[in-house]
């Protein structure tokens, strides 16, 4: 691997032990992936938040890291917690639980990391531009940024997101480079997508049939998706497979340039979507929390919610997960006052994957993500029912799944 001067610098620990830590991992990589050099990163998204997740363990190697002098050398956020930072005791979170989760966020605190803790901080200011590098680790933020975007990032883990933002640096192999970025297989979608959970139910098929490829789409009945559903689609595909980039005929920036499918790409036809909401969809018909918002919730989203609910009162628990900005925002404009007052909340530095749910009692949940429908099935052992957002809020207002 060739390392300029600067790096060399840094690898011999010139800038302390930390960076040269942090150096050692990412050149690491970089040799495991046989990458010929490193990139500087214009922004780095960190995982490995939530204390479910970390963990005891977890917390003392973040404090490591803190106690040692680490400091961020550009711009870096962090993925969700496992609560809301500010609102958890109204949220029900036992209090040893949000310690150590509070101990967490100010142990990146102190290395520079903004305590921004969301799965989309292309939502909240920090928008990566066509052909940035990233090193992003939230595979849903991942997805988006290289898709949507046109930005290049590999799905970082959380201790090589955290070595590459102390460094500025990451590791030049996977989709950094342009011919990985080569659609593998054409996805024909010959079905109506309306919904968001439409399209999350097509990014969990079609991310169990091509796991980490890159799909390129020819959506035959639609035009141009809305943001919200092109986040559903990449965090699902992301979740039943690896896909970190995928292809919109028409609508994504490398597919607008020119970008074309790799020599001997597979071709896929999607005429329905049963697959996709007969797997994610169970049968319990009591529901204790609808949980809206994985990923992260956007303004539309939200105002959607309060015009479904039309200010009647709820009959079960309502989240609606979103980043702090995004919950600020909704406040500013009566949206937030709105849900409340139907009983529902608005939480914000949170995902319902990461937070203690079965220690608080929920057993069946309901939502409109295929990602949030997996995980909570899969991770957590929860029933689940998936659907359109209108059913999630019937589900919410009478406190059964609709029929």
Known sequence: ???????????????????????????????????EELV???????AGVGYSNLGDAGLQFIREWAD?????????????????????RELGIPEEYARRQLEIIEAYGTMGIAPSCSCTPYLVGRTPSLGDHLAWSESSAVSY????????????????ALAAAI????????????????????IEVECALETVADFSALGYMVGQKVGSAVPYFRLKSH???????????????????????????????????????ADGARRIAIEDLDEGYEALDGSAQDIDLVWIGCPHASLIEIQEVAELLKGRKLATELWITTAREITSAARANGLAQMIASCGGKLVADACIIGAP????????????????????????????????LSRCVEAALTGRWPA
């Open 357 to 388: 749910v079965r220690e608080m009692g929920f057993r069946t949940l309901a939502t409109n993500s295929a990602k949030g429908a997996f995980y909570l099935q899969s991770h957590l052992g929860l029933e689940v029912r998936f659907g359109s």
């Open 167 to 186: 460094t500025g640096r990451t590791a030049r192999y996977g989709l950094h480079l342009e011919h990985n970025r080569l659609a593998s297989h054409l």
């Open 40 to 46: 500087p990163v214009t922004s780095v998204q960190v």
């Open 68 to 88: 040692s002098g680490a400091r961020v050398k550009v711009p870096a956020t962090l993925n969700p917690a496992g609560m809301d930072l500010n609102a958890w």
């Open 223 to 261: 035009s141009k998706p809305e943001l919200e559903q092109l986040k559903a689609l990449g965090a699902a595909m992301a979740a039943s497979g690896a896909v970190a980039l995928y292809h919109i005929q028409g609508v994504t920036p490398e597919a607008q340039m020119g970008m074309t499918l």
């Open 1 to 35: 691997m060739r390392l300029t001067p600067e790096e060399e610098a840094l690898l011999a620990g010139d800038q302390g032990t930390a960076v040269r830590k942090a150096m050692e991992i990412v050149v690491a990589l970089g040799r495991i992936y046989e990458a």
């Open 145 to 160: 940024a290289n898709s949507v975007l046109g930005a290049r990032s590999n799905r970082e883990g959380g201790p090589s």
